[in-house]
């Protein structure tokens, strides 16, 4: 009975799963080859790292934490429970455009906030070591380099070597965008809340919630403006839609 519903998926959705499984299950059975092969060349990078390259910003939404089940998981879950309905509303083509729209959109928008944050986060963290505060060892950074003492640049180097994000919750989060737009009062559930909450109201929750953690630069390791990244270029791409009259079309 699996086996035929398993079948009868979109091809899209389904596919999506497969690549992502396999590739995490190859993480954890190719431990050397997950961190110096894919890690190192198909992550994303920060766009100033020695190591970045712009197929990351596609290769880096197909990778997942190898110590953390329920980061792919929750994720292939997510696709599984909303990606199904849409692809079947919309149809393979269309679904797969804008899956790979709110991935790609996640990481320039995971860029941006690297490219304006980083040097911030540098000082901060080496100011917090030295028991200094930021504006004393920002003042000592810019001297330093200003006089041409490469302490501090090599630093900032390796820093920039080491920001890196995977994962396809950016395109999950556009998925969950895409449901509640199309679906807005189709009631959903938290997981042990027992009270149903319209899917408009849920998905805006969640988009507030990223949004204060990543404004507060919470340290949870989690990308939260990739996830609004993605939110973001998927409600641009189905407004697009909606005002050619082509939302609802199947294609």
Not at 3 to 24: A, D, H, Q, Y
Not at 72 to 81: C, E, G, I, K
Not at 126 to 131: D, E, P, R, T, Y
Request: proline share 3%; glycine share 8%; aromatic share 18%.
């Amino acid at each position: 009975m699996f086996r035929n519903r398993f079948s009868e998926w979109p091809p899209v959705t389904k596919n999506l799963i497969i690549i992502n499984v396999l590739i995490w299950l190859v993480e954890i059975i190719l431990p050397g080859f997950a961190e110096n092969g894919l890690m190192r060349y198909c992550a994303l990078h920060f766009v100033a790292s020695d190591y970045f390259n712009p197929a990351q910003l596609f290769t880096y939404m197909f990778l997942h934490d190898d110590h953390s089940f329920l980061h792919v998981f929750f994720n292939m879950f997510s696709l599984y429970m909303f990606g199904l309905i849409l692809e079947r509303v919309w149809g393979s083509k269309r679904f797969l455009v804008y899956y790979l729209v709110c991935g790609v959109g996640a990481a320039v928008i995971q860029e941006l906030v690297w490219w304006f944050t980083w040097e911030h986060d540098y000082i901060a963290g080496i100011a917090k070591l030295n028991g200094m505060t930021y504006e004393t060892m920002n003042s000592i950074v810019q001297q330093s380099i200003a006089s041409g003492s490469t302490q501090f640049l090599d630093g900032m180097a390796m820093m920039k070597n080491q920001i890196l994000t995977i994962g396809a919750s950016g395109a999950i989060f556009g998925i969950l965008l895409a449901f509640a737009f199309v679906f807005p009062n189709m009631p959903l559930y938290l997981f042990f809340i027992p009270i149903p909450i319209k899917a408009k109201y849920m998905v805006a929750g969640y988009a507030v919630i990223e949004f204060f953690l990543g404004v507060g630069h919470s340290m949870d390791s989690v990308a939260h403006f990739a996830h609004l990244g993605g939110m973001i270029f998927g409600l641009i791409l189905l407004l697009i839609w909606k005002r050619n009259g082509t939302l609802g079309k199947y294609y």
